[in-house]
């Protein structure tokens, strides 16, 4: 009788310890973590920054939690070594001033992030990022209204595109690649791009004239459309994104990357439940592949994924970037978060750099990230990632300096 007393504790007791052991690849340690720092058989606490340790496949080898091994990985998860990100950059906005949600911009909203033009130093901003904290990409969003100086066609005003070329070019000359980022949320004026909007064929001829400036240039890469969101039909926006990615080739930019985006905003967590992925997933080249068709995702870290508080609540993990990941390993394909970010904040540091951590650590399906923004931002900005020049000498904020830039 006392030995059946004792082995119901101690089963108990089993079962909660494994329980609580954190699975295959999910966070087991850093600042601020509070979960469990022991992981599941087969697996080890591998120590990635002060912020985000996560369990990886394998054994430690000695008592070091941040021991790795080279054990073949479980189909299904990433590879024990998957590589550095390819890109990580800041956007540099500016030319998508004056754009609301709902697609109406004005041309004159616009203003561009250069000296010459009268705006912040942005050419100094880029070289600063490049030379100094080890950014290799730089979005750089701009109204379709810019583009065409306020007519509803695909032909673009030449005054205005020198300008925003300045910008493209002062982008190239860093060495770092550089998105082309419509920044319309899928829309001219209130109206849906191929859904009562403006036709495919007018969406499709905007692509093909930006794409025949750049065709050559491998450091370009092709944002098709930022934060698409309330699309009734997401079939159809693949459709309209497939008008787009055929100009673009058919143009002779044959090689570049170009950047999917999906519906609610490009949100990475509702990515696969949205229809996202499915409709965009058909989207391909000319020749019928999928060659460099990037999943555009974007996920804040704020309370409403909106990116207006200075507060972050989540790292975006259980619910956005761990789903996705699998999702992107089960079906050949990979995504690129072009825009996220947070306030200079403790918490931000904290659930950012988890986040960060986490793209790096499955980088064989994540390309990198973006975050937004710097360029003409204010500092005092909530989401402000713009370096100050005190004589000479950048100064970086607190979120770049702990989770952003790559030294």
Request: net charge negative; proline share 4%; with cysteine.
């Amino acid at each position: 009788m006392m030995k059946g007393v004792y082995a119901i504790p101690l089963f108990s007791l089993w079962f909660t310890l494994a329980r609580g052991q954190a699975q295959e690849w999910q966070q087991c340690g850093g600042i601020g973590f509070t979960g469990s720092t022991t992981c599941v058989s087969g697996s080890v606490c591998s120590v990635i920054n002060d912020y985000y340790s996560q369990c990886v496949p394998g054994t430690a080898s000695s008592a070091s939690a941040s021991a790795t091994s080279s054990a073949p990985t479980p189909s299904g998860s990433a590879p024990a070594s998957a590589g550095p990100l390819r890109f990580a950059g800041v956007n540099i906005a500016g030319f998508d001033f004056g754009c609301n949600t709902d697609g109406s911009c004005t041309a004159s909203g616009a203003w561009p992030p250069l000296l010459q033009y009268y705006g912040h130093d942005g050419a100094g901003q880029m070289q600063h990022f490049v030379n100094d904290d080890g950014f290799n990409v730089f979005r750089l969003p701009v109204g379709w209204q810019f583009l065409t100086n306020d007519v509803l066609t695909g032909t673009l005003d030449e005054d205005n595109f020198q300008e925003y070329d300045t910008l493209v070019q002062t982008c190239l000359a860093t060495g770092a690649s550089c998105i082309i980022d419509v920044h319309n949320y899928a829309r001219w004026n209130g109206e849906i791009i191929g859904q009562g909007g403006p036709s495919n064929d007018i969406f499709a001829s905007l692509w093909s004239n930006i794409a025949s400036k750049y065709a050559d240039n491998d450091q370009i890469i092709f944002g098709v459309m930022n934060e698409p969101h309330d699309i009734p039909d997401i079939n159809l926006w693949a459709g309209s994104v497939q008008a787009a990615v055929t100009a673009i080739r058919q143009a002779g930019a044959t090689t570049q990357l170009i950047l999917l985006p999906g519906n609610d905003y490009t949100s990475a967590e509702t990515f696969i439940s949205n229809g996202s992925a499915a409709a965009l997933g058909n989207v391909t080249n000319p020749d019928g592949g999928f060659t460099n068709l990037i999943f555009d995702v974007h996920k804040y870290l704020d309370s409403d994924n909106s990116g207006t508080h200075d507060d972050c609540v989540t790292n975006n993990i259980d619910d956005a970037f761990g789903p996705l990941a699998t999702y992107l390993r089960a079906n050949g394909r990979q995504a690129f978060n072009t825009e996220t970010g947070g306030g200079n904040t403790d918490s931000c540091a904290t659930y950012l750099c988890q986040q960060i951590a986490f793209v790096q650590q499955n980088s064989d399906v994540f390309l990198g990230y973006v975050g937004w923004a710097a360029g003409n931002f204010d500092p005092s900005y909530v989401l402000s990632e713009v370096p100050t020049d005190t004589n000479g000498v950048w100064n970086d904020t607190s979120l770049v300096t702990a989770c952003l830039a790559p030294k």
